[in-house]
Nanobody
Framework: QLQASGGGLVQPGGSLRLSCAAS????????MAWYRQAPGKQRELVAS???????NYDDAVKGRFTISRDNAKNTVYLQMNSLKPEDTAVYFC???????????WGRGTQVTVSS
């Protein structure tokens, strides 16, 4: 199971940190990712990171968002800085296991950027 948290209402230019805790085993053998879905739009990949690899970011968030992992806590984070109104969306975390390719989604957390 994946449990995301940390969303909320923030003013433009502000920051939030999302967390996604994974239960069970296999965290280090999975790619962890954050997606988002704005109203009326498709779900899109924001950032992803394998256990040992470099992170990948959507161009829209490069330089503002940082994905990180804490393997001791089975948790992936998304630090979001310089937030813009267009970052408003429901944010989801996803786990994809290396070997089987099985994917697991967490429940989303709402991020609203508004003055």
């Amino acid at each position: 199971q994946l449990q995301a948290s940390g969303g909320g209402l923030v003013q433009p230019g502000g920051s939030l940190r999302l967390s996604c805790a994974a239960s069970g085993s296999g965290f280090t053998r999975a790619v962890m990712a954050w997606y988002r879905q704005a109203p009326g739009k498709q779900r899109e990949l924001v950032a992803s990171k394998s256990n040992d690899g470099s992170p990948n970011y959507d161009d829209a968030v490069k330089g503002r968002f940082t994905i990180s992992r804490d393997n001791a806590k089975n948790t992936v984070y998304l630090q979001m800085n310089s937030l813009k109104p267009e970052d408003t969306a429901v944010y989801f975390c996803k786990m994809r296991r290396y070997v089987s390719g099985l994917e697991y989604w967490g429940r989303g957390t709402q991020v609203t950027v508004s003055s």
